[in-house]
């Protein structure tokens, strides 16, 4: 991956909230990404053809919560749809509704694209992931999600995409929105009410008994592959994941991951439909 890409991940984001305008240079990592009308121009990589077919395919299987690509500017940046709203950033503490509605569209992502098939010689910004259930994301977040009226109305950032399972994609989404975080606040109550906001999510999203067991661990080892590759980034010279692992976001991630193991039982115990002590609830 060259030093120039645009990475998918949080840690090379300059995160923009607040309402978008027309005519404006966006934020987009460590690379210029800018708005002409309706329409968004962002560097292209090697895995952005593979992106623009499933985004065409999202959108002939009717799935809306996406923008559509256009093909390539005469710089050859890639042009996608302008979606009109909202783009929070990682800190912002969406309402139950909104939680049950982002994994509602993120089931109905996966759903449409479980019949995917990648144009020949597709790339992918991460490596597939067996088994290869659906296309995932690969970073569902707020700083990647629309919002209207305080609703998450789109994801957008398709750079990310990758075949994987899909609780790879749910564990992380999970993560972003419940907010599994350690902001030193251990309480009791605070473990309860992420304990059940994530079962929310998992109910909305219609989630299995496997997957529902799985996603705590999925949790951490969505982490540990941030790191890992935010840590190789950097050591190959990559100045914006460099930038990142200098100030620290990589302990960040260690001490969450540190933080959803402690409290992993509450965790499984409401995925699973009991409180911490067994009972059911």
Same mark, same amino acid.
């Given at each position: 991956?060259?030093?120039?890409?645009?990475? $998918?991940?949080?840690?090379?984001?300059?995160?923009?909230?607040?309402?978008?305008?027309?005519?404006?240079?966006?934020?987009?990592?460590?690379?210029?990404?800018?708005?002409?009308?309706?329409?968004?121009?962002? #560097?292209?990589?090697?895995?952005? #053809?593979?992106?623009?077919?499933?985004?065409?395919?999202?959108?002939?299987?009717?799935?809306?919560?996406? /923008?559509?690509?256009?093909?390539?500017?005469?710089?050859?940046?890639?042009? &996608?749809?302008?979606?009109?709203?909202?783009? /929070?950033?990682?800190?912002?503490?969406?309402?139950?509704?909104?939680?049950?509605?982002?994994?509602?569209?993120?089931?109905?992502? @996966?759903? !449409?694209?479980?019949?995917?098939?990648? #144009?020949?010689?597709?790339?992918?910004?991460?490596?597939?992931?067996?088994?290869?259930?659906?296309?995932?994301?690969?970073?569902?977040?707020?700083?990647?999600?629309?919002?209207?009226?305080?609703? #998450?109305? !789109?994801?957008?950032?398709?750079?990310?995409?990758?075949?994987?399972?899909?609780?790879?994609?749910?564990?992380?989404?999970?993560?972003?929105?419940?907010? +599994?975080?350690?902001?030193?606040?251990?309480?009791? %109550?605070?473990?309860?009410?992420? %304990?059940?906001?994530?079962? +929310?999510?998992?109910?909305?999203?219609?989630?299995?008994?496997?997957?529902?067991?799985?996603?705590? $661990?999925?949790? &951490?080892?969505? +982490?540990?592959?941030?790191?890992?590759?935010?840590?190789?980034?950097?050591?190959?010279? @990559?100045? $914006?994941?460099?930038?990142? &692992?200098?100030?620290?976001?990589? $302990?960040?991630?260690?001490?969450?991951?540190?933080?959803?193991?402690?409290?992993?039982?509450?965790?499984?115990?409401? +995925?699973?439909?009991?409180?911490?002590?067994?009972?059911?609830?």
């Amino acid at each position: 991956m060259s030093s120039d890409s645009v990475a $998918g991940e949080e840690m090379l984001r300059e995160e923009a909230s607040g309402e978008q305008t027309a005519g404006e240079v966006m934020a987009g990592g460590v690379n210029t990404v800018l708005r002409i009308g309706d329409r968004v121009h962002r #560097p292209a990589g090697e895995w952005t #053809p593979t992106v623009h077919a499933l985004l065409a395919h999202l959108a002939s299987k009717g799935f809306t919560a996406a /923008p559509r690509a256009h093909g390539f500017d005469a710089e050859g940046r890639e042009v &996608v749809d302008f979606v009109v709203g909202d783009v /929070p950033g990682s800190e912002v503490v969406v309402s139950d509704e909104a939680l049950a509605d982002m994994a509602l569209l993120l089931r109905g992502l @996966h759903d !449409a694209s479980t019949d995917f098939v990648p #144009p020949a010689g597709a790339s992918w910004y991460f490596e597939p992931r067996e088994p290869a259930e659906v296309i995932c994301h690969g970073d569902v977040a707020p700083y990647n999600t629309v919002f209207r009226d305080g609703r #998450p109305v !789109a994801l957008i950032d398709f750079d990310t995409a990758h075949p994987a399972p899909r609780v790879w994609d749910v564990a992380y989404a999970a993560y972003r929105f419940v907010q +599994l975080v350690d902001e030193d606040a251990e309480a009791e %109550a605070v473990v309860g009410e992420q %304990a059940r906001r994530l079962a +929310l999510f998992a109910d909305a999203y219609g989630l299995g008994a496997r997957d529902r067991a799985a996603v705590v $661990g999925m949790v &951490v080892a969505r +982490l540990r592959h941030l790191i890992g590759f935010m840590r190789r980034q950097a050591a190959a010279g @990559h100045p $914006g994941f460099g930038r990142h &692992v200098a100030e620290g976001h990589d $302990g960040y991630y260690l001490r969450n991951i540190a933080y959803v193991e402690r409290h992993r039982a509450a965790f499984d115990a409401a +995925l699973a439909g009991r409180d911490s002590s067994g009972n059911s609830s």
